[in-house]
């Protein structure tokens, strides 16, 4: 079983999309923050397009469509960190 | 190391049947060296309660009085050696109705086993005992609570969170002696211990509370970080913070988080203190925190260097 999330857009706090981003590192977790496990999955070579979308396949993840899981972004060059809580494709 | 729960035994000298004034206590079975074991004995009799000659045994009270209900009784620790015998033997002169067990347990500091001064309370004329209130000064302290009844009762219900692990009657089954355990993830005060045992009629028990020190690293924490909004505004006084922490300072070497909760809180400036125990980072290394804040729809991560 596997689960997707396509074309989610990054926005930093000044709610500026945060495009063509490389080498950002992530980990995919199926629960929620305060009772997660250990990430089902994980890179460092993900990157955001020109419109600042990022786009993920979880092979491990056993979260069918709409069901809610927690990404954690982290992009080493600019120092940026990220959580989010997202429905998969 | 956090600390676990090893395992106990219990004994009685039943004056009827044996009346030996020796109360001869298994060593808990899989206790293995660096173990802590905590000794629980009592008798109905004044005169004392006299030490293992077999094993170095560090008393941490011991006490004995006369009128109304006559009563002696020593609690004591010993580490656990790379050979333990198969038991110990505690006596006394005129001891009447000796009982009491040992409760041991894992990963506790061999060095200095208490995190913090054990407090006992000899409670008179009263139907419902609590240990009293320590404060702890270690995160993920083994809080043991200890009660001696001197009344009649079926068992000991513990403490509410508790796990008892001890409920040892004496002979003519009019006493017992109680420990129940659980730990405390943050350090600070445990407040006072009730025992929801409401005893028959009006007793003179001992209640107590000892504070067991985790081994090796007492963990890590995280004080004043401050939380700010979108708008850079601090988020103060929130609560119900759900929060998720990681030794690892890279998503992608990310394990399962070492500490988490559901209930943190930020202060009235908008700042946040955690304490991960079960975090092997040392003071200056960078974990990561990932927090929530379900009422506020907010979420965010932190690269984070520990105190």
Redesign the interface.
């Known amino acids: 079983m596997a689960a997707t999330l396509t074309e989610q857009r990054l926005f930093n706090?000044?709610?500026i999309a945060q495009a063509s981003l490389s080498g950002l590192?992530?980990?995919w977790f199926d629960g929620?923050?305060?009772?997660?496990?250990?990430?089902t999955d994980?890179?460092?070579i993900e990157s955001t397009d020109a419109s600042g979308d990022l786009t993920l396949s979880m092979a491990n993840s056993t979260l069918t469509t709409g069901q809610i899981g927690?990404l954690?972004?982290?992009d080493?060059t600019g120092?940026k960190?990220?959580?989010?809580?997202l429905a998969v494709d | 190391m956090a600390i676990a729960y090893r395992n106990a035994t219990t004994a009685v000298d039943d004056d009827a049947t044996l009346n030996s004034k020796t109360l001869t206590i298994n060593v808990p079975s899989g206790v293995v060296e660096d173990d802590v074991m905590l000794a629980f004995v009592a008798s109905e009799t004044t005169g004392g309660i006299t030490m293992p000659e077999n094993g170095s045994w560090t008393t941490i009270t011991a006490d004995s009085w006369l009128g109304g209900d006559d009563t002696s009784y020593v609690i004591q620790y010993k580490v656990a050696g790379p050979s333990e015998p198969a038991s110990y033997d505690w006596g006394a002169v005129t001891a009447t109705e000796l009982h009491g067990g040992i409760v041991a347990f894992s990963g506790v500091d061999t060095t200095t086993p208490l995190d913090q001064t054990s407090a006992f309370s000899k409670l008179l004329n009263t139907t419902d005992p609590d240990s009293p209130t320590i404060t702890t000064q270690t995160a993920g302290a083994e809080i043991v609570a200890l009660l001696m009844t001197t009344r009649t009762l079926a068992s000991v219900t513990p403490p509410t969170g508790y796990t008892k692990v001890m409920d040892a009657p004496n002979g003519n089954t009019s006493r017992r002696t109680a420990v129940a355990h659980l730990v405390k993830a943050t350090a600070g005060a445990t407040g006072t211990i009730n025992w929801p045992t409401s005893l028959a009629s009006f007793a003179d028990p001992i209640a107590g509370t000892i504070a067991l020190k985790p081994s090796g690293a007492s963990g890590a924490s995280i004080t004043d970080l401050g939380l700010v909004n979108l708008s850079s505004t601090a988020q103060a006084s929130l609560s119900g913070l759900k929060w998720s922490w990681f030794d690892q300072s890279d998503p992608n070497n990310f394990t399962a988080p070492t500490d988490q909760g559901l209930v943190e809180s930020t202060d009235g400036s908008g700042n946040i203190s955690i304490s991960m125990p079960n975090s092997t980072l040392t003071t200056g290394q960078t974990g990561f925190l990932v927090l929530r804040d379900p009422a506020n729809n907010y979420i965010g991560g932190y690269r984070v260097a520990v105190d």
Request: aromatic content about 10%.
């Open positions: 706090k000044s709610n590192s992530w980990a929620d923050v305060g009772a997660l496990s250990a990430p994980k890179g460092n927690t954690v972004l982290y080493p120092s960190v990220g959580a989010y809580r």
